[in-house]
């Protein structure tokens, strides 16, 4: 892989927004802004109301980006009126640092908690850790904070019944929520659209094929309804246990065994290499060669080409 001697981070912060343009290329425009900064990839869906980019670079160069992006969200988007389908507490909603090796962890971890103080305090956002990047032997889950969404914990902060976040303001910002902050290893998003409506059958097989529910190590899973289709939308968070084929297959098991077929599959962002090899875009129902996901790809054409 094409990659700097010096430490090199992947972000892939969510926002609470979906196809609105305009509102994506501010955000992708302060991203460019910061030198040394690439824009990889956006993926953005109308159902879930939410966009997801994919940026690299140095530590500093990228807090500063993503300061940058994170302050032109807060202006565009107003959580107050947001809905979608993916749970969310914020405008600005999840942004993981990933180390992309030999870059080791901490620098990932270091920059997560800096970027944290350094937004709450200036924006008066709310910052909330996870993963690796918690301040505890105790590793905090993405779902832990987010399970009951924006309102919840707005109502929750206020009386005073769910723990503070780790910087910024004990009250949730009126428009643009709370943000959570973490350092985490690779991930693939992967979701599947079963040939149904019926968000039961999509909700029921997310809880069998779900780690925390006893199903495989792995994976997260939720049931959602995207357009016409059901949809059981995943985290493969490690990838040392699960492959995208294996969750594939426990999927189409579980809709199998419920009279149902499984329409398509995506994949939200970019993945690693190594887990887009030995199966095929057809084996999966997936519309696009598995070629356009691959992260190292993506770096090797974007991040380092001439300008």
């Not at 990839?41 to 160069?61: E, K, L, M, Q, Y």
């Not at 399970?147 to 914990?153: D, I, K, N, S, T």
């Amino acid at each position: 892989m094409l990659r700097p001697s010096s430490d090199f981070l992947e972000c892939v912060p969510n926002f609470s927004v979906g196809p609105d343009h305009d509102t994506l290329r501010a955000i992708e425009a302060s991203f460019l802004s910061v030198d040394g900064i690439s824009v990889l990839d956006i993926h953005t869906d109308s159902s879930h109301n939410r966009s997801v980019f994919t940026v690299v670079g140095g530590p500093r160069a990228l807090q500063d980006a993503t300061f940058e992006a994170v302050r032109v969200a807060i202006e565009r988007i107003d959580l107050s009126k947001h809905h979608g389908q993916h749970p969310r507490i914020g405008a600005a909603d999840v942004i993981p640092f990933i180390a992309i090796p030999p870059t080791p962890d901490d620098v990932a971890i270091r920059t997560a908690r800096e970027f944290a103080d350094a937004m709450a305090h200036a924006l008066d956002v709310p910052a909330y850790l996870y993963e690796l990047a918690t301040m505890s032997n105790e590793r905090v889950t993405l779902p832990a904070i987010r399970r009951q969404g924006f309102e919840w914990l707005r109502t929750a902060l206020e009386a005073g019944n769910v723990a503070p976040p780790y910087a910024g303001p004990n009250r949730l910002h009126p428009t643009a929520g709370a943000s959570i902050i973490g350092a985490r290893h690779f991930l693939v998003a992967f979701n599947i659209n079963l040939n149904t409506q019926d968000i039961g059958i999509a909700t029921t097989i997310a809880r069998n094929v779900r780690a925390s529910s006893g199903g495989h190590a792995g994976i997260r899973a939720l049931g959602l309804r995207v357009g016409a289709h059901a949809q059981v939308s995943m985290n493969l968070f490690n990838l040392d246990v699960v492959t995208i084929p294996q969750a594939f297959e426990l999927v189409d098991r579980q809709a199998k065994m419920r009279g149902v077929t499984i329409h398509s599959s995506e994949i939200v962002g970019l993945a690693p290499q190594a887990t887009l090899t030995g199966f095929s875009a057809a084996d999966i129902k997936l519309s696009r060669r598995l070629e356009s996901f691959s992260l190292e790809t993506r770096i090797e054409q974007t991040a380092f080409r001439e300008k």
